[in-house]
């Protein structure tokens, strides 16, 4: 008797198996040709086989039922075979290191491996991690907690980081990088400011990170604050600044501030603060060393005159906006029905978390989901390890074929 694990009858791979309605036809591997899908179509006494080598080999870290009780190592219960079978070999020709699995495939053959992965594929799914309980932390959504970190800041940065308070720094076109360095220098004591040093002294690393986060994301506008210079004056003598700090004082360049729209009264002051020596930086110290008051009057106005442009930051986004992604491959709620595709859905959270930190530091290799990852913060890593690990998973069910040759029932 002939086996296939019904989710092949689902997708891309169908097409080499029946074509509804056509000429009867069992599906045939042929050896080699379609080497990663072997641990699809197995019989039951290759199953049988595999469940002795699973209590021999792998019960003891993997659980008797695939279930795993140890942190660290992942359920096989009903995990796609092919998915298995490719990693056993990943881990059995070294593509992937890792001494426990190392140790227990070295000594398997490529079938005892089918058969190992056609087991586990066929058992009954793990039960899913218990809902969080009520009243237990949920995200918070970091561009709001920013604004609620940022409710002190407005009275003199201005509603949405839009300075209307001449001499007080517009915060919003700051690049998140810049605006938590400046943060931190304020806190260590780098830049003086005992005013500011004592504003953000009680704001976690986290907080500033999303206050950062939520005036990066603030409409740009220009301060509504009056400026005195000449800014067509200006506009000569920030040929010097251009290449730091842009074109029209939009830096592209996270480490330098963009200017544009910035309060001119500020802008002057930073000038001086550089020259004197009071604000240390070495890329500045230079370009202000010439500078007079007018001429610093000048360029102020020039740069608080130029438009501020929106910051090439993306709202981070939320566990559903990911899961959407996450499913287009690994199926609806982490359910996979491709073959090669591993499910996520009722996976221990510990090692979902684990994989998705390797792949992100490119410890384990898959060219899909160092994509899918890069742009994962630690935060979106927990979250869906969470979720996923709360899904039901649905079994992999076996389809038993007609003997090669026969005709199929209509
Ligand atoms: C000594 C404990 C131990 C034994 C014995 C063991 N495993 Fe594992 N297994 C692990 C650990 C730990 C991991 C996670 C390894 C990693 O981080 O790559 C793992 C990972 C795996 C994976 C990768 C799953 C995935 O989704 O990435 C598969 C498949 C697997 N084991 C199958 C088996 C099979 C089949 C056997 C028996 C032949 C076996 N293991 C024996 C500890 C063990
Ligand atoms: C009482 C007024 C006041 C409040 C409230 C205030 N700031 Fe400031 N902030 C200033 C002044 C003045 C400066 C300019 C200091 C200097 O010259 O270094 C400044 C500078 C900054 C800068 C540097 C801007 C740049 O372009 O380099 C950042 C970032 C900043 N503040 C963030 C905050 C945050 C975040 C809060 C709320 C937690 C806050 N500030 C609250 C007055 C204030
Ligand atoms: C070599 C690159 C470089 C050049 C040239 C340069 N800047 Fe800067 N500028 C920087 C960097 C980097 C900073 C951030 C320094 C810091 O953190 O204090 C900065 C900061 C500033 C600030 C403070 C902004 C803020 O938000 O606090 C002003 C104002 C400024 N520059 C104006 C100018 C002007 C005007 C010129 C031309 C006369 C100029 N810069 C030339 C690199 C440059
Ligand atoms: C373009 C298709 C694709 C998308 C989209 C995708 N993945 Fe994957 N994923 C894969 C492939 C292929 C593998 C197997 C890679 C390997 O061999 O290591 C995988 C493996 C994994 C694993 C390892 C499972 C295990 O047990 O070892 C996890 C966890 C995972 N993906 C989570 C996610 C999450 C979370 C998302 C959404 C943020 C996601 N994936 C989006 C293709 C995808």
């Known amino acids: 008797m002939r086996l296939l694990v019904a989710g092949m009858l689902a997708l891309g791979a169908a097409s080499t198996a029946y074509a509804p309605g056509a000429a009867a036809q069992a599906v045939k591997v042929q050896p080699g040709a379609e080497d990663e899908l072997r641990a699809v179509y197995v019989t039951s006494v290759e199953v049988a086989e595999g469940g002795r080598i699973a209590q021999a080999a792998c019960a003891r870290c993997h659980g008797a039922n695939g279930i795993s009780a140890t942190k660290g190592v992942p359920h096989l219960a009903s995990q796609r075979a092919a998915y298995l079978d490719l990693q056993l070999r ?13 140790g227990a495939v070295r000594y398997l053959s490529d079938d005892a491996l089918v058969k190992v992965a056609a087991y586990y594929a066929s058992l009954d799914p793990p039960r899913p991690a218990a809902a969080a309980a009520k009243g237990a932390p949920t995200r918070s959504d970091p561009v709001q907690a920013g604004k609620t970190a940022a409710a002190g800041c407005g009275g003199c ?24 360095a400046a943060v931190n220098a304020y806190k260590g004591g780098q830049r003086k400011n005992d005013l500011m040093k004592s504003l953000v002294a009680s704001l976690s690393a986290e907080s500033t990170n999303n206050v950062a986060l939520y005036y990066a994301l603030q409409k740009p506008a220009k301060a509504q604050t ?60 230079g370009p202000a060393a010439g500078l007079d008051e007018k001429a610093m009057g000048d360029l102020a106005a020039y740069y608080a005159a130029q438009q501020p442009q929106p910051l090439n930051v993306r709202r981070p986004l939320t566990t559903a906006e990911w899961t959407e992604r996450c499913d287009r491959c690994h ?13 996520l859905a009722a996976q221990r959270a510990d090692w979902l978390e684990k994989v998705l930190e390797a792949y992100r530091t490119d410890a384990r290799k898959s060219t899909a989901m160092a994509a899918m990852s890069a742009l994962m913060s630690e935060q979106d890593v927990k979250e869906l390890a969470a979720y996923y690990a709360r899904q039901s998973a649905h079994a992999v069910t076996y389809v038993v074929l007609p003997p090669a040759g026969a005709k199929r029932d209509k």
Request: charged residues 15%; hydrophobic residues 40%; glycine residues 12%.
């Open 226 to 285: 009056a400026a005195a210079g000449d800014a067509a004056a200006g506009k000569a003598a920030a040929a010097a600044c251009s290449a730091c700090h842009g074109d029209q004082g939009v830096s592209g360049n996270p480490a330098t501030p963009s200017i544009a729209g910035q309060d001119a009264q500020y802008i002057a002051a930073a000038l001086l603060a550089y020259k004197d020596g009071s604000r240390k930086d070495d890329s500045m110290k």
């Open 331 to 343: 199926g609806a709620n982490g359910n996979s029905i491709e073959p090669l595709m591993p499910r």
């Open 90 to 102: 990943a881990y059995r020709y070294s593509a992937r290191v890792q001494g426990a699995m190392t």
């Open 157 to 180: 940065h201005g509603e949405f980081g839009i300075s209307a308070t001449p001499g007080m720094p517009s915060l919003v076109g700051l690049d998140p990088k810049y605006f938590v």
